[in-house]
């Protein structure tokens, strides 16, 4: 059974930082490209980060370049977010995933900026 267990959010003020974690279990992680989704209240959940199985190659979504880092374990089948210099619009629930997706979600993480 694939699954997904995500920690590490809380609130912060403007400015500061959150290393978020996932845990996968249920499959081959090492082949598999994982992702870093949010949801924002009132808005559709989307692509924060994502990091290949090889290479790896990375991207991210143009409002976190610079301040979030995906990296991933695959000994410990983990995958992390690094995020600095956070803003009130990155509060949002967070989860991790695979590509392609098995079609079952974590609870994900919440993260709150505010002052």
């Known amino acids: 059974q694939v699954q997904f267990v995500e920690s590490g959010g809380g609130l912060v003020q403007p400015g500061g930082s959150l290393r978020l974690s996932c845990a996968a279990s249920?499959?081959?992680?090492?082949?598999?490209?994982m992702i870093w989704y949010r949801q924002a209240p009132g808005k559709e959940r989307e692509l924060v980060a994502l990091?290949?199985?090889?290479?790896?190659?990375?991207y991210y979504e143009d409002s976190v370049k610079g301040r979030f880092a995906i990296s991933r374990d695959d000994a410990k089948n983990m995958v992390y977010l690094q995020m600095n210099n956070l803003k009130p619009e990155d509060t949002g629930l967070y989860y991790c995933n695979r590509r392609p997706s098995p079609g079952s979600w974590g609870r994900g993480t919440q993260v709150s900026v505010s002052s």
């Open positions: 249920g499959f081959p992680f090492n082949s598999y490209t």
């Open positions: 990091i290949t199985s090889a290479g790896p190659n990375i």
